[in-house]
């Protein structure tokens, strides 16, 4: 009785200690998170490059593909940076005559500011203000090192990424040989459904993105609503957060909209309804059909527990980890009814090959 006691309290004082190294590494342990996703995002790739292009060599293949993801990075941030620098300094350029219009009452800001009394409030409260953007100089050394600690975790990111693909082969292999055949084998396909999920997931989610990004930006650029590049990239954005993100991107573009004209207002909601509807029935079950093949309220119930549990990043990786359960279960379901199919865990076909008895795997 006591040795089984003081076991009781081992396990639970190891349990507190490991909660709390976590605690404290939080910030590392989602960096590894994240560079773990990317690295079997980019795993096939360096796979292939290997095979046909690197002369079998490892770190040549994995050079190559992390510069070419570099690359498209650059060109994608050129591609919404320029547009972002040229309206900003339109912005600037154009705010002395914006604030002129504005104390007028002229213009859709100085219409707004008239038509709900801004202007007066922005009186009566000017002292409220300086205070505030008085405090907010305090805040700029917490701000910078924030970026600093950004900066570094985007570089730490990419670092561990690169030596996770490079030696990938060399882990597998290791951790695959602590089993028997038959197991490493069922593990071995088991972990290529979770990548291909992983893979799907993340390419498939920047894909619409991108999609509702430039859709967005082309509708606002024919309307004529001011720094449409901005508000586009913005949509594009919070459109990688499922449920949430593209709605609370839709209504930041409307709101730009109706400062513009009450017509272009309209015209947006219309442009957003129709898009959500050509989203969720159109691109993701064609994008994903092959890859995250995850129930719709399984998702809801991920998202809302990963929100709960780690923020946005939780949100963001809570498709792809309900996969990976998804799949891990029904390879367990398959194991224990038949023997285990050439594609176990991949399919809307729950039926083992056969009814005879699984073969014992010792689990």
């Not at 300086?130 to 975790?153: H, I």
């Not at 309804?273 to 995850?294: D, G, M, S």
């Not at 990043?313 to 224990?336: E, F, K, N």
Request: proline share 4%; charged share 15%; glycine share 8%.
């Amino acid at each position: 009785m006591a040795r089984r006691t003081l076991i009781v309290i081992g396990l639970v004082l190891a349990t507190m200690l490991l909660l709390l190294l976590i605690r404290a590494t939080s910030q590392v342990l989602t960096w590894i998170v994240v560079a773990a996703f990317f690295a079997v995002a980019l795993h096939p790739a360096v796979n292939w490059v290997e095979r046909r292009a690197a002369f079998g060599k490892r770190w040549l293949a994995t050079l190559l593909v992390f510069l070419l993801a570099l690359v498209l990075l650059g060109g994608l941030a050129t591609l919404f940076i320029v547009p972002l620098i040229h309206e900003g300094s339109q912005v600037i350029a154009d705010f002395p005559k914006i604030v002129q219009d504005a104390r007028s009452g002229r213009g859709p800001v100085g219409g707004l500011i008239e038509r709900y009394n801004l202007l007066e409030y922005a009186q009566n409260n000017a002292d409220r203000f300086r205070q505030y953007a008085s405090g907010l100089g305090g805040s700029t050394l917490s701000l910078l090192r924030g970026a600093a600690t950004s900066v570094a975790g985007v570089v730490t990111i990419f670092v561990l990424a690169y030596l996770m693909v490079l030696e990938a082969p060399k882990v597998v292999h290791g951790f695959l040989a602590l089993f028997d055949e038959q197991r490493a084998e069922r593990i071995r396909r088991v972990g290529h459904d979770c990548a291909k999920t992983i893979t799907g997931y993340i390419t498939g989610n920047l894909l619409i993105s991108v999609i509702c990004g430039a859709l967005t930006y082309a509708v606002l650029a024919i309307l004529g609503v001011p720094y449409a590049g901005l508000i586009a990239l913005f949509v594009g954005l919070v459109d990688l957060i499922p449920l949430v993100g593209a709605t609370l991107g839709a209504v930041v573009a409307t709101l730009a909209a109706f400062v513009e004209s009450t017509t272009a207002g309209i015209v947006v909601i219309i442009f957003f309804v129709l898009y959500q509807q050509l989203e969720n029935h159109l691109l993701q079950p064609l994008i994903f059909a092959r890859t995250v093949k995850v129930n719709p309220l399984t998702v809801l119930i991920a998202i809302l527990i990963a929100v709960e549990v780690a923020g946005i990043l939780g949100a963001l990786l809570a498709i792809p980890v309900a996969g990976i359960l998804q799949i891990i279960a029904r390879d367990i379901w398959d194991t224990r009814r038949g023997r285990l199919k050439k594609e176990p865990t991949v399919g809307e076909d729950r039926t083992p090959v056969d009814g005879r008895p699984a073969a014992s795997t010792g689990l």
